[in-house]
């Protein structure tokens, strides 16, 4: 009953470090996303991964790389996190049924602060 | 290309009061529409969806939406408003080029409802 999981559920950072946030899911899907969620922006798309061995710059790409580990699990790592890149991440999976009406499935979120 | 509107940013409304929080769609194709809610420090949930079927989308929690074509509109509604509906709300629309992005999600930059007792 996990659908989408994401660790860490907070993080802190000095400008400069590294780190990556994790995405897994049981649903046997094959696309997932990456992402993140800014006050009176909505939800804009960083990475996606269509299928297993595939991945995609979204809208906001910058600063981010993606590894699509196998077909459960998609991460997003920031090299070198800045104050710009504090927000809240929605790690998100579809079955990708190929009519693009697929509902896609949110995690709970990771809340990243930059200083 | 896709996009939405929400064209609200806030509603306000008492407990037992309609609701209607609107939402303006742009789209290139035929396009599957969605609404999702967010409670405080949570992640998404789908509250309906449209896929070219009937009309007439009804969802969750008694809330139903509208696909009016003529008007390039999906608006929400639910009849009665409860305590329990005071969130965050996000119409959507989903990419049908059959691409390599087919399946991606636009979303609106979000409508913030208040439910006052």
């Known amino acids: 009953n996990a659908g989408v999981t994401q660790t860490p559920k907070f993080q802190v950072l000095k400008t400069g470090q590294s780190m990556t946030l994790q995405c897994a899911q049981d649903?046997?899907?094959?696309?997932m996303y990456w992402y993140r969620q800014d006050p009176g922006m909505g939800l804009r798309l960083i990475y996606y991964?269509?299928?297993?061995?595939?991945?995609d710059k979204g809208e906001v790409p910058n600063g981010y790389n993606v590894s699509r580990l196998n077909k459960r699990e998609f991460s997003l790592r920031l090299e070198s996190a800045a104050p710009s890149q504090t927000s809240v991440y929605f790690c998100a999976s579809s079955p990708r049924t190929g009519t693009g009406s697929e509902t896609q499935y949110f995690g709970p979120g990771t809340r990243l602060l930059v200083l | 290309a896709q996009s939405v509107t929400q064209l609200d940013s806030h509603v306000s409304v008492s407990e037992g009061t309609p609701v209607l929080l609107r939402c303006n769609y742009s789209?290139?194709?035929?396009?599957?529409l969605f609404w999702y809610v967010q409670h405080p420090n949570k992640g998404l949930q789908l509250l309906l969806k449209?896929?070219?079927?009937?009309?007439l989308v009804k969802g969750i929690n008694g809330f139903e939406a509208e696909f009016k074509k003529s008007e390039t509109s999906f608006h929400l509604t639910k009849p009665s408003a409860h305590m329990s509906d005071a969130a965050e709300y996000f119409c959507v629309v989903s990419d049908r080029n059959r691409g390599s992005t087919l399946g991606r999600l636009y979303f609106g930059r979000g409508t913030q409802l208040t439910v006052w007792p």
């Open positions: 789209s290139s194709y035929s396009p599957s």
């Open positions: 991964s269509a299928s297993e061995g595939t991945t």
């Open positions: 649903m046997n899907h094959n696309s």
């Open positions: 449209y896929t070219s079927a009937a009309t």
